[in-house]
């Protein structure tokens, strides 16, 4: 099973385009995918037709009052499940505050029913709190999607940052596996410069200690697609909604790609926490989220 998290701080950079279409991609090709909303804007549920009076149990209740994820998820689609946010999420970031081991309530609801998948795909919310934190300790990979426009990569040394210490301190597997353009503009020539400046960085980090030293750009390339932008307010994916549009074809496409990445390769262990190593990974991102934005992608942590 691939536990991966479509995670960038940042808002409106394609996390929920890319969870739904890539989930509903590998669903279409025979995978069995769980999708899981950690969003308090429920966009991916909305997305998927679950609005918040379809549903019955939702990642708050999986969160903070014990259910677990197994039980949380509907099934949408042939092979694709959901499990559902609704706008109650939100409490769950004050609520679990003085909660025991309140990054790992994912991961703990996760293995407290046997549920079967071969991908879960997890939409983090656009801040870098507790729901983030529980997204990032339940994953073992991590794909970043980005817009190819010089403002994107602001913000990208607190993102690979806020990785390296949960892998540090909290979750020795997660690894940030891919880089993904969304809302790609062929044409202009910043698309071309800022995917090249992203190639070089990942590419220069290949024999460093970092969690993105085997992290892939992909070759696949998200268009900007209006049907893309449509699907949400039908309730379906772009499979369903258009399947002859170029996001269709985008998506599919990147399932291929997704589905290359072997275990050996792309998915790897990490070392081990030391023993009594206290988990010290929120303060560190609530001292981090105090900073100003990193001014440039060249300011790389460490
Ligand atoms: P995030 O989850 O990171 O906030 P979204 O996936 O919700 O971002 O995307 C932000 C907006 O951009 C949404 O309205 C979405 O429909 C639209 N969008 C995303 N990807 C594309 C694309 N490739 N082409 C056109 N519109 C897109
Ligand atoms: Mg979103």
Known sequence: MRKIALFNQKGGVGKTTTTVNLGAAL????????????????????????????????????????????????????????????????????ELVEAAQRELRLKTAAEAALFVADYVLIDCPPSLGLL??????????????????????????????TCQLVQQRLNPRLRIS???????????????????????????????????????????????????????????????????SAGCADYAVLAEEVMKMTEASDVGERPGLAENQEPVVEQAITVTIGETPAASFETQPQ
């Not at 994820?69 to 769950?92: F, I, K, M, Q, R």
């Not at 794909?143 to 602001?154: N, S, Y």
């Not at 268009?223 to 949400?232: D, S």
């Open 27 to 94: 669903a279409a090709a025979g995978k069995r995918v769980v999708l899981v909303d950690m969003d308090p804007q429920a966009n991916l549920s909305f997305h998927l037709g679950l609005d918040q009076t379809k549903v019955s149990l939702n990642t708050y209740q999986v969160l903070c009052e014990g259910v677990s994820l197994a039980a949380a998820c509907v099934e949408v689609a042939p092979n694709l499940l959901v499990a559902p946010a609704t706008t109650d999420l939100a409490g769950a970031e004050v």
């Open 132 to 161: 983030t934190l529980n997204s990032l300790c339940f994953a073992d990979e991590v794909i970043i999607p980005l817009q190819a426009h010089f403002l994107a990569l602001q913000g990208m040394a607190r993102l690979l940052e």
């Open 178 to 244: 891919g880089v993904l353009f969304c809302q790609y503009e062929a044409a202009p020539r910043l698309s071309g410069e800022v995917a090249e400046e992203v190639e070089t960085f990942f590419a220069a980090a290949r024999e460093q200690d970092v969690p993105w030293n085997r992290t892939r750009v992909f070759d696949t390339q998200i268009r900007r697609n209006i049907k893309l932008a449509e699907a949400p307010s039908f309730g379906q994916s772009i499979f369903l909604y258009a399947p002859s």
